[in-house]
């Protein structure tokens, strides 16, 4: 099967397998069916890879329009979207779900050609996931899903709705070894339809935290500047005009305070109309950063991450912000806001839309030194965390059990 698929492996990555094998024998085989290739994934794979005594084998179900795929690495990479699949993971339409289903077919031959023991699905609700996981399950592999949900905000699980997806997550379930989520959000969102909480697991995902925690400032960020930031797409659900008003009508008060927009995407023309010409200076623009390193040093010149966002799964960018030792404000709706941001320690919490707070946080914030205060807090806060949530422990753990 894996010659009729797109595999990419380096040498290296042959030459690391073959030594790990010489040296345990024949290792099990862990398949994860992961949406897309980022960054993020990579990094955590990499980890998967390198610290468990498994052969790891990723296949990717979509295409990314923005990232592609690093060489090299301790993993195999099997490629299953084509031009249709375009960074999308949920089916919409009927031609979706038969084109899905049919992709869990060649998920299983790729289980089957691996001699797989091991699957697991990142996501849980396309067809296609499905069909390999009853075949996995039947066939006697363990298998796990994992998953970035969040109950706050979730209302499926009331009403009619709330039945039917009760049912729905409770039909996956009789499918699992066990479920992986990011934090308490998680947790709770599953056992809000019926899950047992002792088949639940924290396996968070995460960046490459040194790369943040190591970064200097950009050279071309003046050190006499304060400077919030905004990173994510500009899409309604991020919340970016909201974050571009309150600085324009705040930009007086903190004359020493600029703003820097990070991210693109279809809101990022209005955004820059928002700006008047007297602020143009003072919000930056700059787009998408494809260099990750790049990425770092922008953090490393800001103080303060603004992300209020309607809702978020999860919410990576908060573990940039905490690496790279800033001050948080953050809305409710954030997953990784109720694991990293404590109000009033290390950041501040309020309700997504509405301006009055977003306006007083950020003016507080500013205050007297309050977001070095805090931003040195997110740094230990961080620390403390990853004392008792790290993404290999946790599959190690749900491989144990």
């Known amino acids: 099967m894996l010659s009729r698929v797109r595999v990419e492996e380096s040498t290296s990555d042959n030459k690391n397998l073959r030594t790990r094998e010489n040296a345990a024998g024949s290792l099990p085989v862990m398949v994860i069916a992961s949406p897309r290739y980022s960054p993020y994934f990579d990094h955590l794979h990499r980890r998967f890879a390198a610290e468990l005594p498994l052969r790891l084998v990723v296949v990717y179900t979509h295409n990314s329009p923005r990232w592609k795929a690093a060489d090299g690495g301790v993993y195999e990479k099997v490629f299953l979207g084509d031009e249709r699949d375009q960074d999308e993971m949920v089916s919409t339409t009927i031609a979706d779900h038969v084109r899905e289903f049919r992709k869990g077919k060649r998920l299983i031959e790729v289980l089957k050609d691996c001699g797989a023991s091991v699957f697991m699905t990142l996501g849980y609700r396309?067809?296609?996931?499905?069909?390999?996981?009853?075949?996995?399950?039947?066939?006697?592999?363990?298998?796990?899903?994992?998953?970035?949900?969040?109950?706050?905000?979730?209302?499926?699980?009331?009403?009619?709705?709330?039945?039917?997806?009760?049912?729905?997550?409770?039909?996956?379930?009789?499918?699992?070894?066990?479920?992986?989520?990011?934090?308490?959000?998680?947790?709770?969102?599953?056992?809000?339809?019926?899950?047992?909480?002792?088949?639940?697991?924290?396996?968070?995902?995460?960046?490459?935290?040194?790369?943040?925690?190591k970064a200097v400032r950009a050279d071309d960020f003046p050190v006499d500047r304060k400077r919030f930031l905004f990173c994510g797409r500009m899409v309604d659900g991020k919340r970016p005009l909201s974050v571009v008003r309150a600085f324009v009508k705040l930009a007086k008060e903190l004359s020493e305070w600029d703003l820097i927009v990070l991210g693109d995407g279809p809101m990022l023309s209005e955004a820059r109309q928002i700006v008047p010409k007297e602020l143009v200076q003072r919000?930056?623009?700059?787009?998408?950063?494809?260099?990750?390193?790049?990425?770092?040093?922008?953090?490393?010149?800001?103080?303060?991450?603004?992300?209020?966002?309607?809702?978020?799964?999860?919410?990576?960018?908060?573990?940039?912000?905490?690496?790279?030792?800033?001050?948080?404000?953050?809305?409710?709706?954030?997953?990784?806001?109720?694991?990293?941001?404590?109000?009033?320690?290390?950041?501040?919490?309020?309700?997504?839309?509405?301006?009055?707070?977003?306006?007083?946080?950020?003016?507080?914030?500013?205050?007297?030194?309050?977001?070095?205060?805090?931003?040195?807090?997110?740094?230990?806060?961080?620390?403390?965390?990853?004392?008792?949530?790290?993404?290999?422990?946790?599959?190690?753990?749900?491989?144990?059990?």
């Open 126 to 213: 396309d067809p296609g996931r499905l069909r390999a996981l009853r075949w996995a399950k039947t066939n006697g592999l363990l298998t796990f899903a994992w998953s970035d949900v969040n109950a706050l905000g979730d209302a499926g699980h009331v009403g009619l709705r709330g039945l039917w997806k009760r049912q729905y997550v409770l039909s996956v379930d009789r499918l699992l070894h066990r479920w992986l989520v990011c934090g308490s959000r998680g947790i709770e969102y599953l056992t809000n339809y019926g899950v047992a909480a002792n088949r639940i697991v924290r396996s968070p995902c995460e960046i490459d935290y040194s790369r943040f925690e």
């Open 283 to 401: 919000v930056r623009f700059e787009g998408f950063v494809r260099d990750a390193d790049r990425v770092a040093r922008i953090f490393a010149a800001c103080q303060v991450l603004v992300h209020v966002p309607a809702h978020e799964p999860w919410g990576l960018v908060v573990n940039e912000a905490v690496a790279s030792g800033l001050a948080v404000i953050a809305s409710r709706a954030v997953g990784s806001a109720a694991e990293l941001v404590t109000d009033g320690q290390n950041g501040l919490v309020i309700d997504h839309d509405d301006a009055p707070a977003l306006e007083t946080a950020m003016r507080q914030i500013t205050q007297a030194d309050v977001y070095a205060r805090f931003g040195k807090a997110s740094r230990e806060k961080l620390r403390s965390w990853r004392k008792t949530a790290d993404p290999v422990w946790g599959l190690r753990e749900a491989l144990r059990s």
